[in-house]
C-alpha cells in the first residue's frame, strides 16, 4: 500500500504536505483574548495572596501578593505578544519552538489563579500546600502514565491502567493487613498489577483479542473482583483484611526545609520516591538504552523489528508485565498513603486521567509525568476552589484533564502522536 | 463435534486474516490503525440472521459463545463458593467429612443462581400470578437502556469504530430529554415526541463530535469518548446546580419530576415498571438491522469498517460515515437516556445514566456487533442486573459478582481458542497462532 492511496485529506499526509499549520497560532490567540478580557478586563479589584512558607520551613519567606489587575493584565498580555511571536514564525513558515507553549501554559495558568483567588470570598492561599498537595494526588496518575508508556511504546495499547491501579491498591490493602508489613504490601501491589497485566498481555499477544476490548474488559472484572471480595470477605472482618496501616513519611533532614521544594521532593513515602525513581528509569531505559531502542523499534515497526532478530512478542509481553507492576505500586498509594483501608472502586477514575496524562504527555515518561503533575495540580485546586468559594464551578476545573487531553489529540495545542504499531497485534508470517 | 471441527479453520482463518488486514489497512502505520475488534470483523457482514437461529447455534460462533457463558458462571459460582461463610467454615475440617464442604459449595453456589434466577425470570414462590412474573418484566424494563445504548456501540463497532462514549450519549441524551420533559408543557402525545427528540438530539450531538473530530483531525476516538464521558458527567452535575434544571426548594443535585404527558406511557399497567421505551428498543433493533443490511449508508458503514481505505478509493466519503455513524450511534445511546428519563427513573439526576454505558459496551461484544445479537445479549444482561439485584437482597451476595461473570464472558468469547482448550475442543493442542497461519494458507490454497 503506497502513499498515493492517501488523499489529502488524510491528516496526516496533510500534515506533510504543509509544513507550517495554523492551528496552534490560532487557538494560542484565542486563548490569549480569551486572557485578556476575562483576567484583565474583567479583574476583581482585590489582591491575591499567596503563602509561600510553611511553619515547618527553615527560611520563613514573606507571602506573595498580587494585585488583581495588575496581575491580570500583564499575565494576559504576556500570553497576547507569545500569540503574536507564533503568528509571526507561522507566516514566516518557521517551526514553533517547543517552548513557547510551554511558557503560554504556564502564564495561563498564573493568570487564572491571580483572577481566581483575587476573586474568591478568602482571597489568600498557601501556595506550597497547593503545590506539595498537587503532587501527592499526582503520585497514582504518573505510575499509571508510566504504565501506559511502557505498554504502547511497545505497540499494547493500556486502557487497563485502571484496573492496575485497582488490582494494586486492593492487594496492597490485604497483603499489608494479613502480613502486617505495609511493604510487604507494596510489593503485593506490584504483583497484582503484574497478574492484571498478564491477562491483557495473554490475550492480546496469545489469542490476538482486540487490546482496546480487553482493556475495557478486564477494568470491569477488575472493579467486578475487588468490589465483590470487598463486600463480602473485607466488610465480614475488616481488622484482618482491611486495615493496612500506612506507609511511613521519610523526610530527609534540611532539605526537606527548603519551602515549597523541600516537601515535594524531601518529604514523601516511600511510594512518592519511587516515582521519581520510576520516572526517571523509564525514561532512560527507554531512549538511552539497548532495550529501549528495540522497546521503540517494536512499537513503531514490529515488522523491522523482527527482520533484525527482535522477539517482537516477547518484548511486548514483558514490557506489558513490567507496566502492570509499575501501574500496581501506583495503587498502593491508595490504600497505603492516601487513606489507610480499601473501598470499592478507590482509584475512582484516576486510570483514565492517567491514560489522559500519557497522550497529553505524547507517549513520552517525562511528558507523562508533567502532564500528571498539571492534572494532580487542576484536581487539587478544583477542591481548595470549594474551600475559599470562588464564583468558577468547581466541575470545569474537574473537567479540565479531559478537555485538554481532547485539545491534545485533536491537534490544537499540537499533535500528539501515538507510536506507530500501537494497537496492532503482530502475527509473525 | 463434527460440526465444530468443520468451523474452527474458518474461525481461525478470520483471526489471522484480519490481524494482516489491519497491517495493510494502515499503510505501515501512517494511516492511524482501525481499531476495529478482530471479533467484529469476524467475517459476518452481511447476515445478522436473527431468524436463522438454526444456523448460528451449528456455527462455532455460536458454541463458543454458549461455551463462554457457562464457563463464566462456573467460574463466578467459584468465586462465591469460595468466599462463603459456611464454606469456609466446613473446609476446616475438610479432611474429616470433604461432603460438608462440597454440600457447602453447592448451597452457596446454587442459591445464589436460583435467587438470581428468581429476581430475572419467574419467581414460583410468589403469592400472586404477577409476582411471578414480575421479575422478567424487571428484566426487560433494565435491558432497554443496555439494548439501545449496545446498538449505538455496535453500530459503530461496524464503521469501525470504538464507541466507549455510550456513558456520556446516554447522559447529554437524558439531559436533554429530562429538560425537554420538566420545562415545556406542550399538549399530551406532543411532549413525549419532543423528549424522545431531546433525546435522540443530545446524544447525537456528543457522538457526532466524536465522528468530526476523527473526520477533521484523526483524533483517536477511544481517548475522544472515554475523555467526554467524564466531561458529560460534570456538565450534568453541573448543570444539575443551576436554577433552570435544579427542583426548587431542594439543594440536592435533582431535577423536578417530569410531567406525566413526557412519560412513556406503561405497558402492563401500574404494577409492573415495564414502559414503551423497550417497544421502542426493538423499534431501534428494527431499525439498525435495516440500517446496516438493507440501505446504502449501511453499506457504506460497513464498507469503512472493513477497511477505510479500500471504501476511499471505491467514492465512498470517509469523513462523513465517520460523522455519520457517530451521530446515529449516539442518538440510539441517547434513547437510552430517555428510556432511563422519562421511563425508568422520570427524573434527571446525576445518576441518571447508573452504569448502563460501560455495560453497553460488553454487550455489543456478547452481540458480536449485530443487531439481533446485541438485542439478546442487552436481555441477557439485563436479566444479570435486574437478578443481581434480587440475589444481593436474598441470599446477600454482592451484585458485584455480575460484573464479574459479565466481564468473563465476554474476555472468553473474544477469544475462541481459550474456550475451546478449557472444553478440550482443540485438537491442536499449542501454537494456536502456528495453526491459525496454517489453517488460513490451507484455506487460501483450497
Redesign the interface.
Known sequence: ???T???P?????AAVDKPVSWKVPVTLSVVAVAALVVFGSMAPGASATFGISTDRDLLQLPALTVSGVAGGWVCALAMLALAGYSVYLARAAAKLPAWVPIVFGALFVVGFLIWVVAGARTTSISLAGLIAGSVTLAVPLVFGSLSGVLCERAGV?N?AIEGQLLGGAFTAAVLSTVTGSVYVGLLGAAVAGALVSL?LAI?SI?????Q???G???N??I???T???F???LT?DPEHFNAPGRLPIIEIPFLSAIPIIGPILFRQSVVGYLMYIAVAAVWFGLFKTKWGLRVRAVG??P?AADTVGIKVNRIRFWNVILGGAIAGVGGSFFTLVAVDSFT?DISG?RG?IA??AL?FGRWNPIGAFLAALLFGFADNLQSLLTIIGTPV?S??M??LP??V??FA????VGRSR?P??????Y??? | MPENLNTEPAAEQT??DT??D????????????S?????SQGGDLGHDGGGSLLRQIFTGNSLVAFLSVVLAIVLGGV?IAV?D?KVGAAATYFFARPSDTLSAIWTAASGAYVALFQGSIFNPNAQTFEGMIYPITETLTVATPLICAGLGVALAFRAGL?N?GAQGQIIIGATFAGWVGFTWHPPVGLHLALVIVGGLLGGAVWGGVVGL?KA?????E???T???N??AQ??L??LL?TPAFQRPGNTNPISPLLDQSALYPLVMGEQFRLHWGFLVAVAATVFVWWLLNRSTVGFEFRAVGANP?AA??AGINV?KGYILVMAIAGALAGLAGVAQVAGTEKVLSGGVAATFG?DA??VA?LGRSSPWGTFWAGLLFGAFRAGGTAMQADTG??I?????V???I??FI??P??VRAVFGLNPRKKK??KA??AAAEGAGAA
Do not use: W
Open positions: 500500500m503506497s502513499a492511496t492517501l488523499t485529506t488524510s491528516p496526516k499526509a495499547v486502557i491477562i490475550f496469545k489469542y490476538v483479542v482486540n482496546i476490548i480487553v475495557v474488559v478486564l470491569v472484572l472493579s467486578g473482583l468490589g465483590y471480595l463486600s463480602t470477605v465480614r513503531e515497526h515488522q470499592k477514575g483514565f491514560l489522559a497522550i464551578p466541575q470545569f474537574a473537567m479531559y478537555a487531553t481532547i489529540v485533536a491537534g490544537l501515538p506507530a504499531a500501537d494497537g496492532i497485534p502475527v509473525k508470517g | 483471526a489471522a490481524a494482516t489491519t497491517a495493510l489497512a494502515t499503510a505501515d502505520g501512517r494511516i492511524p490503525p481499531p476495529v475488534p478482530v471479533a468465586l468466599t461463610e470504538f466507549i473530530l477533521r483531525t484523526g483524533a483517536h477511544v481517548i475522544v472515554i475523555m467526554l467524564y466531561i460534570f456538565l452535575l453541573f446546580t481505505s476511499r478509493t469523513s460501560f459496551i460488553t461484544l451476595t454482592p458485584d459478582i455480575v460484573l464479574v459479565q466481564s468473563l465476554v474476555l473474544a477469544a481458542p481459550l494456536t497462532k491459525a497461519v
